[in-house]
C-alpha cells in the first residue's frame, strides 16, 4: 500500500457561467494554507460556447500553474430553471474536462455539504462562509465577489473530508476511470 503524500495542493471551483470562482490550498498534515484565491470573469460574453471556451482554458492554466493534486467542484444545485442547470451542468462538466485532461482526480460536494463544513450551518449565506474562511486561513483582503471565496470553500470542504486523493467517492483519476465507471451512459 502506498503512503499518503504528507502535502498536497487541493483546487476548489465554484462554476458558473457568468463568474467562476477558484480557490486553492496547500495542505500539511493537519494545517491547511491559502495559495490563491479568485475569479474568472465571462459575463461580457454572449455566446454560451465562448464561456464554455474560457472556463476551460483557465481552468487548464490554473492546472498547469499550481500544479493541484487534485480538484474540487461545488454540484449544481437543483433550481426550477431547467435552462439555468444545464448551463451550470455545463460548466461543472468542462472544468471537469479540464481536470481529467491533466489526470487530476475530480471529487464534488452538494452546497450545503459545503456550507455545513466550513461554518458548521448547511444553511449559511455567502458572507458567513466567507467570514469563516477569512479566520481559518488568515487572510484579510475581502475578494470583490464572494464566488471566489466560495470557490475557496469547495477546496477546503474537500481537505476537512480528509480524503485520500485517488480514494473514495466521486473520484476519476482520467478519462479511462471515469469511462469505465459509466459504461452504461454511452452509446
Known amino acids: 500500500m502506498l503512503a499518503e503524500k504528507k502535502e498536497r495542493v ?5 462554476p458558473g457561467t457568468s463568474i467562476m470562482g477558484y480557490g486553492i490550498i496547500l495542505e500539511k498534515g493537519n494545517k ?28 487548464v492554466k490554473l492546472i ?29 462538466g468542462v472544468a471537469m474536462a479540464a481536470a481529467l485532461s491533466r489526470n487530476i482526480p475530480v471529487n464534488e460536494y452538494a452546497p450545503r455539504k459545503i456550507k455545513q463544513s466550513i461554518t458548521g450551518n448547511g444553511s ?4 458567513q462562509v466567507a467570514a469563516m474562511l477569512q479566520r ?14 466560495d470557490g475557496l470553500a469547495v477546496a477546503v470542504c474537500h481537505s476537512f473530508q480528509k480524503i485520500p486523493t485517488g480514494g473514495k467517492g466521486k473520484t476519476y483519476s482520467g478519462w479511462e476511470s471515469f469511462v469505465s465507471d459509466n459504461k452504461k451512459r454511452l452509446r
Request: hydrophobic share 40%.
Open 10 to 14: 487541493i483546487m476548489g471551483i465554484d
Open 124 to 127: 449559511a449565506g455567502k458572507e
Open 32 to 59: 491547511i494554507e491559502l495559495i490563491t484565491l479568485g475569479i474568472v470573469r465571462m459575463d461580457h460574453l454572449d455566446d454560451h460556447f465562448l464561456k464554455l471556451q474560457r472556463i476551460f482554458e483557465k481552468t
Open 64 to 92: 498547469d500553474e499550481y500544479k493541484p493534486d487534485t480538484l474540487a467542484l461545488e454540484a449544481p444545485f437543483y433550481g426550477k430553471n431547467i435552462q439555468v442547470m444545464l448551463k451550470l451542468g455545463r460548466a461543472q
Open 136 to 149: 481559518l486561513l488568515n487572510f484579510k483582503e475581502t475578494p470583490e465577489f464572494l464566488d471566489a471565496t
